[in-house]
């Protein structure tokens, strides 16, 4: 099933990311494995491994998210996740 989910907000991070539709995770969407990621980081539980997230992700959209590598918009969302746990600790 495809994405429904508003993924308008992250348009311009999608559109940065690197083309890739190789590989495990692939048709899935980019968009929510951003948030999965950014989650992840900024929890820092470390309990779910990147296939579990991908595996339980809905297939993607149209839009900037369509065809980007899952697995780069679940690391950059992770980065990201663990820089704002940062900054709202300090
Ligand atoms: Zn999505």
């Known amino acids: 099933m495809a994405c429904k989910k508003d993924h308008s907000k992250l348009q311009e991070i999608m559109s940065a990311l690197p083309t890739d539709q190789g590989g495990v995770g692939r048709h899935k969407c980019a968009a929510c494995a951003y948030e999965a990621g950014y989650e992840d980081g900024y929890k820092l539980d470390g309990s779910l491994s990147i296939d579990d997230v991908l595996a339980n992700l809905d297939e993607s959209q149209a ?28």
């Open 63 to 90: 839009g900037a998210q369509r065809h980007k590598s899952p697995h780069a918009a679940y690391a950059l969302g992770y980065y990201h996740g663990v820089c704002q746990r940062i900054n709202d600790d300090n």
